[in-house]
């Protein structure tokens, strides 16, 4: 009791302006998981509470201490894009929803990356860390409950994978959430596992097991392979640091990639099995077997025709769609089809200097990382650069709220000085 009076007590600061806003980021890492319908009201409060505060000099070094330039500059180019494409849009709407998408990249750096160090505790972190990671484990507990609740009335094993298991969200960007907590915990381990009560420590162990049949459970291929990637990068990075219990660590790696294996040859339906299969009964034909190859021809091919500005920034999509079916190909659906990968849709709207910009923005956390020899930064690049290979992670606000937000506060962190209490 004492040592949560004594947390709670340190994160009172003079600073008026930063106890407020620090309360709105813990309802901000709390919500974002559910919904990101309040991220945007969230942040035009942080903007105006940072814009009451003043002290603009503070700021701007604080902004340069903090690595600010490069990723700061970079991220303005970023935001600046897709307002611009707007000239050259036919599809307002949706181009004005994809500039409402960027507005995090606006708010987060200005928030974070002019903060002062001075104020911030390794505390703060460990708490907002902390509170996502708990609000990402209740949600996925209740994909739980619905889907076994569903398969129990309806009696249809479907509701526990892919698209109805995840049933009120896309199952990526949660296979992104589950994926990142999951390394949380395992840093978390990694490095206090021997200071830790034997029953902390177990129960956190079972919790990584929850994490890891959720992940499955969405079946998103691209979430299964990062998080595969991630643990074999993990696993060599507890080997370099020779801590005691590294052989435990390689352990668990095989593990992992034993549990997904199992579950993958267990379960036919899924996504992985069903591409084995079709491939084993592929035809002649010289089309691409994999839908996602033939919209990436598709958005490839339209990208090139539209050299050098791109299309403008609300009508990729509606591009897309066109160049597909002229490529030969037809799909049932009303809705207009998405280039499913962040670089070719930058190219295909906003031409050359959209994806100059974008290969800028994803350099800056790997220097960073590489820099401060961040392993957490380091990852949230990798899920960062695997998703937008493989989804248009910029288009949808649960995808943007996430980067946005978790790699400045990284960048922050890394320049704040371990005063834990814990120390």
Not at 285 to 307: C, E, F
Not at 372 to 383: N, P, T
Request: charged share 10%; net charge neutral.
């Amino acid at each position: 009791m004492n040592k949560i009076q004594n947390l709670l007590h340190s994160f009172q600061t003079p600073n008026a302006f930063f106890n407020i806003s620090y309360v709105l980021m813990v309802m901000m890492m709390v919500l974002l998981p559910f919904t990101t319908f309040f991220m945007w009201p969230i942040g035009i409060l942080l903007m105006i509470l940072w814009i009451s505060e003043g002290n603009w000099r503070e700021k701007w070094e604080n902004f340069k201490t903090n690595n600010g330039i490069p990723y700061g500059f970079f991220l303005l180019g970023i935001c600046l894009i897709p307002p611009l494409g707007l000239l050259n849009s036919t599809n307002m709407a949706a181009a004005w929803s994809t500039v409402e998408c960027y507005l995090w990249f606006f708010f987060a750096p200005i928030i974070f990356l002019t903060a002062s160090p001075k104020i911030w505790k390794k505390e703060h972190f460990d708490v907002l860390l902390t509170l996502f990671s708990v609000s990402v484990i209740i949600y996925m507990i209740t994909l739980f409950i619905h889907g076994i609740y569903k398969t129990a009335t309806t009696g249809d094993i479907n509701y526990m994978h892919n698209y109805y298991f995840c049933y009120n969200s896309h199952h990526a960007y949660t296979a992104l959430y589950l994926t990142f907590v999951y390394l949380l915990i395992f840093n978390h381990l990694l490095h206090n596992q021997q200071n830790m009560k034997k029953k902390h420590v177990i129960w956190l162990y079972g919790v990584e097991l929850l994490l890891i049949v959720g992940v499955f459970c969405l079946y998103s291929r691209a979430g299964i392979l990062a998080f595969l990637f991630l643990q074999m990068i993990w696993c060599f990075y507890a080997i370099h640091l020779n801590r005691p219990h590294w052989k435990s660590i390689l352990a668990i790696t095989v593990i992992v990639f034993g549990l997904i294996a199992a579950m993958i040859i267990a379960f036919p339906t899924n996504r992985f099995m069903q591409e084995a299969i079709s491939m084993r009964h592929k035809d002649d034909s010289d089309k691409p077997l994999d839908p996602r190859l033939i919209i990436w021809q598709a958005a490839w091919d339209a990208s090139v025709k539209n050299l050098p500005w791109g299309v403008g920034t609300g009508d990729g999509s509606e591009i897309v769609m066109e160049q597909y079916h002229e490529n030969g190909y037809w799909m049932e659906r009303t809705c207009p089809l998405n280039a499913h990968n962040q670089f070719l849709s930058a190219l295909l709207t906003n031409g050359i200097p959209g994806i100059i910009l974008i290969l800028l923005y994803f350099s800056v956390p790997l220097a960073l990382a590489i820099k401060h020899r961040d392993m957490m930064l380091l990852s949230l690049f990798v899920l960062m650069l695997l998703n937008c290979l493989v989804e248009c992670m910029f288009e949808r606000r649960a995808g943007v709220d996430f980067f946005a937000i978790m790699i400045p506060l990284f960048i922050l962190k890394a320049h704040v000085p371990d005063n834990s209490l814990t120390k």
